[in-house]
Every structure is written in C-alpha cells, then in structure tokens.
C-alpha cells in the first residue's frame, strides 16, 4: 500500500493526483492489523510512488462519475492464495472499525494467452482459465478462487487471479448479488467484468474456514501414512519453528531406519502450501555424517533459510507439503540429448557459478525449461554455453 500525498478530494478535470484523496488512516490501519496477523501488507517494499495502470484504468472510468472519495491502492504479492484472503478479511475488518462505506476494485487482466494470433501467444490453459474464472465469479462462487492450481495459473499467463481473491476475502461472510456483464479476447488477453452487491450476512460463506479445513482433513490422512524421511523432517520443522529446537537422531523414540544414520547421500527437503513451493533447500552430496542429520539440517533451511521466502509460520504447520529428495552420485554428461525431465535432475556450472533442478517438477515439461531455470538460479544467462551434469533421484513423500 502506498501513502497519500493529501490531495483535494474533489477535482475539475485537471489530473489523478488533484482528483485523489487518499484515505490514510485506513490504509494504516490494514497495515497495522496485517502486521499483528503477521502478513506481508505494510507499506514496505514499495518500488514504485506511482499509479500503475491497474489502477489508472478502473480510476478513469470511475472519475466519469464519482470524485468525493478516497482511495487505498493495494498491491500485494509473493503470498499463497489463501493469505490474500486473509488480507482481504483484515480489509473489512478495519473497514468496520473506521466506518467506512467501502467499494472493491479487483482488477486485473485475465489470461494473456488465449489466441496464438496474441502478443503472448496460445496456451489451452488460457481459455479454460478465463471460462473458469467467468463462471466462478459470475455466479459468486469465491471459494471456489481458492482451489486453482498454482501450475495451471502459471501456465494461463493470468494476472488478475490474487486480486479477485483479495476482494472475495473482504467479502467474507456476506451474501452478493453476482452479475457478469462481459467478456472480451479480441486481442489475445482476457478481460471480463463483473458485479458484486452486498445484500446482508450469510454464515454460508466462510470460504477461508472451509478451504483450510478440507486442506487440514486432506493432510492430516496423507500424514497418516506419511514416509520416515519425511516424517523426520516434518518433525524438525513442527520443534524448530515452534522452539527453536531440533531432533536429536539417537533419540529412539523417532524409530528411524538404520539407513539414515549409517548413509551419506545428499539430500533436498521441499515444503509446499495449497500446491505453491514454500521452501527448498539441500545438497548436492553429502556434508553430513549421516543421511538423518543431512535431512535435519536442510529440513530447517527450507523452512526459515530460503532467500525466496519468509520464514514459515506456526500457523502454516499444519498445511505444509513435504517431500525429500535423495540424491545419486551426479554424473557429466556431454549436452542436453542425454537428460529426461522426469527421471534426471540437472547441474549446470559456468566457472564458479552452479546451479540444480530437480526432475519431475511440476510445471516443468521440457529439457529446455529445466535447463533455462537451473541457469537462473545460478545467475547464469540464458545464452551462455553450461556444464552439465544429470543426477537421479529417490523421491520421498
């Protein structure tokens, strides 16, 4: 959210800054009750004062009308779905606190990829996104918003899809009127439009509390059965998030197999939350006495280490994915004929600089992806001619 710059709340014609007023202590407020949820939603990080056109666009089609009102601009990212709807329940909260009489504009454009004769090209996710998406919210279906597969969002190039979440959370527990009044992809990309108006409470539509508890019930069974790596290193990181503490891998009430603690192996921990990667961290080969305390000690780092993440939560526990990777002895390879998206995970080397995929990733279908990203994550360009090596893998869920 970014900060006002105390304009005159009504305007004659003369440009967005000496039409907009910006309703500061509002925007405070969400930031202050997203900070107590601990949710990213402060007015840190901003890299850019400016409007950007997700909200010039709505703005001039809402200033043909309506000038006596103030305005909080929200751009969020970098968060699970689920989080979103959290901001957007802490939205109405405040608004509630403050009386304010609040009108929602998610915008954002649909899918980008919905005709090859596009800027973007064609993907047969794009038009199944956006008749998705035109039916979810054209009938009022918000939590259905929540299930969409990160993958899928992904492959249909959509950019709109966390700012509708957004707006359903501050619609949590409120009965709408659903209208959908159009939708357009003349050129390509998606843009559709609907109406919600509040029409009273309805108990009904909780969806936050109903999604999370379906994914509790889905994953306290999958636990049930879940595999000893993974069980150690969900247990390594339930005690260290919570105390800040670890397993001791002698401690006989664990039952490890004699296999952890007599192997060395290199070893990838993978956390993930409503279908987004949360975490991952590992080794190439072994740096550990032992495969347990490999596991241990990448289970902590995928968890608070990831440079690309906040540290996980105590509330996330209880939702968390996990899956551990143990490593084969790499091996060079001479180019890219010799490696298979699903059963090789890649290394790529440039001098100094190293980077590793795993095989089998969802979203990744290509050697040539698999490829592109193992050279981003070593901050290798694109061009440059690689190193590589492939290695197998024995994945544990």
């Given at each position: 959210?970014?900060?006002?710059?105390?304009?005159?709340?009504?305007?004659?014609?003369?440009?967005?800054?000496?039409?907009?007023?910006?309703?500061?202590?509002?925007?405070?407020?969400?930031?202050d009750?997203?900070?107590?949820?601990d949710?990213?939603?402060?007015?840190?990080?901003?890299?850019?004062?400016?409007?950007d056109?997700?909200?010039?666009?709505?703005?001039?089609?809402?200033?043909?009308?309506?000038?006596?009102?103030?305005?909080?601009?929200?751009?969020?990212?970098?968060?699970?779905?689920?989080?979103?709807?959290?901001i957007?329940?802490?939205?109405?909260?405040?608004?509630?606190?403050?009386?304010?009489?609040?009108?929602?504009?998610?915008?954002?454009?649909?899918?980008?990829?919905?005709?090859?004769?596009?800027p973007y090209?064609?993907?047969?996710?794009?038009?199944?996104?956006?008749k998705?998406?035109?039916?979810?919210?054209?009938?009022?279906?918000?939590g259905?918003l929540?299930?969409?597969?990160?993958?899928?969002?992904?492959?249909?190039a959509?950019?709109?899809?966390?700012?509708?979440?957004?707006?359903?959370?501050?619609?949590?527990?409120?009965?709408?009127?659903?209208?959908?009044?159009?939708?357009?992809?003349?050129?390509?990309?998606g843009?559709?439009?609907?109406t919600?108006?509040?029409?009273?409470?309805?108990?009904?539509r909780?969806?936050?509390?109903?999604?999370?508890?379906?994914?509790?019930?889905?994953?306290?069974?999958?636990?049930?059965?879940?595999?000893?790596?993974?069980?150690?290193?969900?247990?390594?990181?339930e005690?260290?998030?919570?105390?800040?503490?670890?397993?001791?891998?002698?401690?006989?009430?664990?039952?490890?197999?004699?296999?952890?603690?007599h192997?060395?192996?290199?070893?990838?921990?993978?956390?993930h939350?409503?279908?987004?990667?949360?975490g991952?961290?590992?080794?190439?080969?072994?740096?550990?006495?032992?495969?347990?305390?490999?596991?241990?000690?990448?289970?902590?780092?995928?968890?608070?280490?990831?440079?690309?993440?906040?540290?996980?939560?105590?509330?996330?526990?209880?939702?968390?994915?996990?899956?551990?990777?143990?490593?084969?002895?790499?091996?060079?390879?001479?180019?890219?004929?010799?490696?298979?998206?699903?059963?090789?995970?890649?290394?790529?080397?440039?001098?100094?600089?190293?980077?590793?995929?795993?095989?089998?990733?969802?979203?990744?279908?290509?050697?040539e992806e698999?490829?592109r990203?193992?050279?981003?994550?070593?901050?290798?360009?694109?061009?440059?001619?690689?190193?590589l090596?492939r290695?197998?893998?024995?994945?544990?869920?």
């Amino acid at each position: 959210m970014r900060k006002g710059d105390g304009a005159p709340p009504r305007c004659k014609r003369r440009g967005f800054r000496a039409c907009i007023h910006y309703d500061e202590p509002l925007a405070k407020r969400i930031a202050d009750l997203s900070e107590k949820a601990d949710l990213p939603a402060g007015f840190l990080g901003e890299r850019d004062p400016s409007l950007d056109h997700g909200t010039l666009i709505p703005l001039y089609f809402i200033l043909q009308k309506y000038t006596d009102f103030r305005l909080v601009r929200l751009g969020i990212s970098g968060i699970s779905l689920a989080d979103h709807y959290r901001i957007g329940m802490l939205i109405q909260q405040a608004a509630k606190e403050l009386n304010r009489r609040v009108v929602y504009v998610a915008s954002g454009d649909l899918s980008h990829k919905l005709k090859a004769s596009g800027p973007y090209g064609f993907a047969k996710e794009g038009p199944e996104y956006d008749k998705r998406i035109m039916q979810d919210c054209g009938s009022g279906s918000f939590g259905n918003l929540l299930t969409y597969d990160p993958v899928f969002l992904d492959k249909a190039a959509e950019c709109g899809h966390r700012s509708f979440v957004l707006m359903a959370g501050a619609l949590d527990g409120l009965s709408v009127e659903a209208a959908e009044l159009s939708h357009q992809d003349v050129t390509g990309v998606g843009y559709g439009v609907c109406t919600f108006r509040v029409t009273g409470e309805d108990p009904s539509r909780h969806f936050l509390a109903q999604y999370e508890k379906n994914e509790r019930d889905a994953l306290a069974a999958k636990r049930a059965g879940e595999d000893p790596l993974v069980a150690l290193a969900r247990k390594t990181i339930e005690q260290f998030v919570t105390d800040r503490t670890v397993p001791d891998e002698k401690d006989p009430t664990l039952s490890l197999p004699e296999e952890l603690l007599h192997t060395r192996a290199g070893a990838f921990v993978s956390l993930h939350e409503a279908g987004e990667l949360r975490g991952c961290i590992g080794t190439i080969l072994p740096v550990r006495k032992n495969l347990a305390q490999e596991i241990i000690e990448n289970a902590v780092s995928a968890a608070t280490r990831d440079p690309r993440f906040s540290p996980v939560r105590k509330a996330e526990l209880p939702y968390l994915e996990i899956s551990v990777d143990v490593l084969g002895e790499p091996e060079d390879i001479p180019d890219a004929g010799a490696l298979d998206v699903r059963r090789y995970g890649v290394i790529v080397a440039k001098g100094r600089k190293r980077g590793l995929l795993l095989p089998d990733l969802p979203g990744v279908d290509t050697v040539e992806e698999q490829i592109r990203i193992a050279k981003k994550k070593a901050g290798i360009p694109e061009d440059e001619a690689v190193q590589l090596q492939r290695f197998e893998v024995v994945r544990h869920t």
